[in-house]
């Protein structure tokens, strides 16, 4: 086992094919193999049991810790739209939270901002597909959301054209514009950086002046849990449907205090995120440090009778 981990890489350059790799039993063969005696080879087999067990466990706490920050991003985000600080509170009109502050009002989503979608000119048409200079979202962009760090989006993998544009549903919204997708990789968000057109995979909302797009944003994300469990239609993939996106309510603080939950949210995510980070590179590197023990254990280049990792030392 150790020794196929060990060459790993020699059996990749050797491999064929795009999709799948495939590698012969002729070139299997010609790939050499260091083969110690049978107790050297116990040695080394118990040495590095011992030693990745050490590791993986290291690891498996790493990872324990990522899952734990994922959790207190969430919650922290929950507490700031639903201003969980304040004690004079009321019951919730809103199916994703108990209470709201009594001084907060509780709105229909379409009362403070215009409702949108988009669509996809026809591909049939070669000529609404010339000189395309309209960003337009659509399931590609959901890569640059997933993780919920990038708020803003401001490139997208196509564009369309003026005329496609024209003889499509499709419309050009402005920049601000909040985008949610709805099939596929549903209840995902973002703000629109520049005017943009979107795929008929999106809903978007147009913010009038009571209501922040970046608030707004944080609210869509923190209530995605309530969207894909109960409105969210289908088995393999889901889809929010229109109508249940119009009946959606939202908390609404003043404007001002919009304003300071986003940047508190903000303040609290790039400490959280770069606890993520450092430990995602922690854990990159006590993956370096396990092939590396493994391949120069099974080689020779370490004398298991002496080593000593110094992992976790």
Not at 72 to 84: K, P, S, Y
Not at 195 to 218: E, K, N, V
Request: aromatic residues 6%; hydrophobic residues 40%; charged residues 25%.
């Amino acid at each position: 086992m150790y020794q196929l981990s060990a060459i790993t890489q020699e059996l990749q350059s050797r491999g064929l094919g795009s999709t799948f790799q495939e590698l012969s039993g002729g070139a299997l063969a010609e790939i050499p193999v260091h083969v110690p005696p049978a107790e050297e080879q116990r040695r080394i087999a118990d040495f590095l049991d011992a030693e990745t067990s050490r590791i993986d466990d290291m690891s498996a706490l790493q990872r324990t810790t990522l899952n734990l920050l994922a959790e207190r991003r969430r919650a922290v985000l929950a507490h700031l739209v639903t201003g969980a600080d304040e004690v004079n509170r009321g019951p919730s009109r809103l199916a994703w939270t108990d209470s709201l502050p009594v001084r907060w009002d509780s709105v229909g989503l379409s009362l403070v901002a215009k409702m949108g979608s988009g669509h996809t000119p026809s591909r049939s048409r070669a000529d609404w597909w010339f000189d395309c200079d309209i960003p337009w979202i659509t399931t590609g962009e959901v890569a640059q959301i997933r993780d919920d760090r990038r708020e803003t989006i401001y490139e997208t993998r196509e564009k369309i054209s003026k005329l496609g544009l024209a003889n499509s549903a499709a419309e050009l919204h402005p920049a601000g514009t909040v985008v949610l997708s709805r099939t596929a990789s549903a209840g995902f968000s973002a703000v629109m950086g520049y005017d943009m057109a979107t795929s008929q995979d999106y809903a978007t909302w147009t913010c009038g002046p009571r209501l922040d797009p970046y608030y707004l944003l944080w609210c869509l994300r923190a209530m995605r849990a309530d969207l894909l469990g109960r409105l969210a239609m289908g088995s393999t993939h889901k889809t929010i449907y229109f109508p249940d996106l119009q009946g959606l309510r939202i908390p609404l603080p003043p404007m001002p205090e919009q304003l300071a939950i986003v940047e508190a949210i903000r303040d609290s995510n790039a400490k959280i995120d770069e606890l993520h980070d450092r430990i995602n590179r922690q854990l990159g590197l006590l993956a370096e440090r396990r092939q590396a023990l493994i391949t120069a254990a099974v080689t020779g280049q370490l004398d298991v009778t002496t080593a000593r990792s110094g992992v976790g030392a």
